[in-house]
């Protein structure tokens, strides 16, 4: 089932917002009301919305700042502007902002509804491929709604339609070789092929041939000539996965396809130019090879002009129960029943969990529990070790309020951080103004 879109409204008028939510609400969408712009980012901070409607003209800040402030902090949530004081200048800057539509009031309930299946028909694709759908889509399945997912996303969008080279690093199982795809797909090659190799899993002397091919006779066995990954990813994009394993002749090769945009085959003497966008991955610190010496700084640096760091899971702790969403319904799906009813508490230990194997660990282990359990998930199904993982928490069974629940949870984080307040808020989603109020 779809859930509602919600919509964040925000006028200092209390009469436009009363009459604005009653069209919210007779689209269908869920609205939120706020009349100022501070408790506007507040509620944005705290849930998803899928799209704002601001007015510009109001007391404290102005919408404008508001306007900014989602372009920055929010990419992918649209805002449409209603102001009672048309003026092209400001219509003009507060696009500029990043605001998609522009309306001037009184408004009509039919010049807003146009508007605003204009603007949600727009982003519900764009929602849809990083919430829980299933089917495949443009972003390739990423969930994630944490602000270091968000920054995945947006350096999706700005390498589209360039060739730059990007090297993914993080944990194993946070989501490389995903990212990796949903970049290509979402590229202007992605009907090209997209070819991965695993570095690490090649033998060092057969790793040159695979990636540059070889001639006829060039070793003992090579008995034709045949293409190498460079040439058969030609127009599309490759991705070294474990790159930190490739041997120093394999990089050496490498530095000089990435500079000159050719390669040489095994045994072969003329170059060949090729077309291809460089994906890499790792999961070892190649910063500290280079400092050690076992990996070219060059090359580190020609495959590293756009760089992406995924978080382990630990560090974005909002983004689990989207992922345990998805991976529930997911299999839950593919076995033929209803999604797994997980209550509040078991959620509560799986967000304080640390996941040492991320995301693949729990992939692995709603998996398990579509496979053992048929309607709920309770306490006594989770291991013991998953338990004491996480803080102090009520005798099981225990009523908690929510905000006790966030109390815990915001000890928990800073505990982990060290009492680094910027890394928590950073951890939490949430400034650090937020924070310091919520510590108080
Ligand atoms: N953001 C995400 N949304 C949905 N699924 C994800 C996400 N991140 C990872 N996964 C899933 O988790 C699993 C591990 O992801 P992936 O293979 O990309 O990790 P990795 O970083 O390449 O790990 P390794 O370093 O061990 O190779 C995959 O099944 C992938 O589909
Ligand atoms: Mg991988």
């Given at each position: 089932m779809k859930k509602q879109p919600s919509v964040l409204l925000v006028d200092d008028s209390r009469d436009m917002l009363e009459l604005l939510r009653r069209y919210m609400n007779g689209m269908g969408l869920t609205p939120f009301t706020t009349n100022n712009v501070v408790d506007a980012i507040d509620v944005l901070e705290q849930g998803p919305v899928d799209l704002v409607i601001t007015d510009l003209n109001m007391p404290e800040v102005s919408g404008t700042q508001l306007v900014r402030y989602v372009a920055q902090h929010f990419?992918?949530?649209?805002?449409?502007?209603?102001?009672?004081?048309?003026?092209?200048?400001?219509?003009?800057?507060?696009?500029?902002?990043?605001?998609?539509?522009?309306?001037?009031?009184?408004v009509t309930e039919t010049e807003l509804r146009t508007a605003v299946e204009k603007?949600?028909?727009?982003?519900?694709?764009?929602?849809?491929?990083?919430?829980?759908?299933?089917?495949?889509?443009?972003m390739h399945g990423i969930i994630g709604r944490s602000r270091g997912m968000q920054e995945v996303f947006r350096i999706i969008e700005r390498t589209r339609t360039n060739n730059a080279t990007i090297l993914v690093s993080g944990e194993s199982g946070t989501g490389k070789e995903v990212i990796a795809r949903a970049i290509h797909y979402n590229s202007d090659r992605s009907t090209a092929p997209f070819l991965a190799v695993n570095c690490g899993a090649i033998p060092d002397q057969l790793l040159e041939s695979e990636l540059f091919g070889h001639t006829k006779g060039a070793f003992t066995g090579a008995a034709t000539n045949r293409v190498g990954f460079?040439?058969?990813?030609?127009?599309?994009?490759?991705f070294l996965d474990e790159i930190g394993n490739a041997t120093p002749a394999a990089q050496a090769k490498l530095l000089r396809a990435v500079q000159e945009k050719e390669v040489t085959m095994l045994g072969g003497t003329k170059p060949q130019r090729v077309n291809v966008r460089l994906i890499s991955a790792s999961n070892s610190d190649l910063n500290e090879m280079v400092r050690t010496g076992t990996f070219r700084e060059d090359l580190y640096y020609r495959l590293n002009l756009i760089n992406i760091q995924l978080p382990p899971l630990r560090e974005r702790v909002e983004d689990i129960p989207l992922l345990i969403n998805h991976?529930?319904?997911?299999?839950?799906?593919?076995?033929?029943?209803?999604?797994?009813?997980?209550?509040?508490?078991?959620?509560?230990?799986?967000?304080?969990?640390?996941?040492?194997?991320?995301?693949?660990?729990?992939?692995?282990?709603i998996h398990r529990l579509a496979i053992m359990k048929d309607t709920t998930v309770a306490m006594d199904d989770l291991p013991s070790t998953m338990k004491m993982a996480g803080p102090e928490r009520p005798e099981h069974g225990a009523m908690h309020t929510l905000a006790e629940v966030e109390k815990q949870h915001i000890q928990h984080v800073l505990e982990r951080t060290g009492q680094n307040k910027t890394k928590a808020a950073e951890i939490l989603g949430i400034d650090r103004k937020t924070l310091r109020e919520k510590l108080k």
């Open positions: 990419p992918r949530i649209p805002v449409l502007v209603i102001t009672g004081f048309p003026d092209v200048q400001v219509a003009v800057e507060v696009m500029k902002q990043g605001a998609v539509e522009f309306l001037v009031k009184p603007v949600l028909g727009m982003n519900t694709e764009e929602v849809a491929d990083i919430t829980s759908d299933i089917t495949p889509t443009a460079f040439q058969a990813a030609d127009g599309g994009t490759l991976f529930n319904a997911k299999f839950s799906k593919d076995m033929g029943k209803k999604p797994l009813r997980i209550s509040a508490s078991v959620l509560d230990v799986l967000q304080a969990y640390a996941w040492p194997g991320n995301v693949r660990e729990l992939e692995n282990f």
